[in-house]
């Protein structure tokens, strides 16, 4: 059975084959990702950002998707919104982007105040809660859990 230290090691160096010179960056986004926690990561454009995040979503066989902060978008833009199916004459909830095991919002100081409020709600409760426009229960109100 292999340690710690060497599934590390080869989660490192499997990274570094893509990205030449961020080992400290990379070591620190691998402990947020172990941890189960958050990372902000700001540098100049073109330095390989999004690079490490996809690279990290591969080595670990998990789902990578990203966000683009701009003015116009919108907090259900990221967590999703329920949607009238007139087939089934029911609400569906079309999921956003959040719902993903690695997730980057690139440019986050470009949103409004309202859509970074709810990325960072999801981030802390790692739930987002769905509100219905007419009732709590019958139109499929509830929570979902981000992966």
Do not use: Y
């Not at 059975?1 to 986004?29: C, D, H, L, P």
């Not at 683009?68 to 982007?97: R, W, Y």
């Amino acid at each position: 059975m292999a340690t710690f230290n060497e599934v590390t090691g080869s989660v490192i160096a499997n990274i570094e084959k893509v990205i030449i010179g961020k080992r400290q960056q990379i070591m620190t986004v691998l402990s947020a990702v172990l941890s189960r926690g958050h990372v902000l990561l700001e540098d100049v454009p073109g330095v390989a950002k999004t690079m490490l995040a996809r690279s990290i979503a591969i080595t670990f066989g998990s789902n990578f998707k990203r966000i683009q902060c701009t003015p116009d978008l919108l907090p259900t833009d990221i967590t999703g919104v329920s949607v009238f199916n007139q087939k089934n004459a029911e609400f569906e909830f079309m999921q956003g982007p959040i719902f993903t095991n690695i997730l980057l919002a690139d440019e986050i100081n470009r949103a409004t105040p309202r859509t970074q409020s709810a990325l960072l709600e999801a981030m802390e409760e790692i739930r987002i809660l769905r509100r219905s426009l007419r009732c709590w229960t019958d139109c499929g109100a509830g929570t979902r859990f981000i992966p």
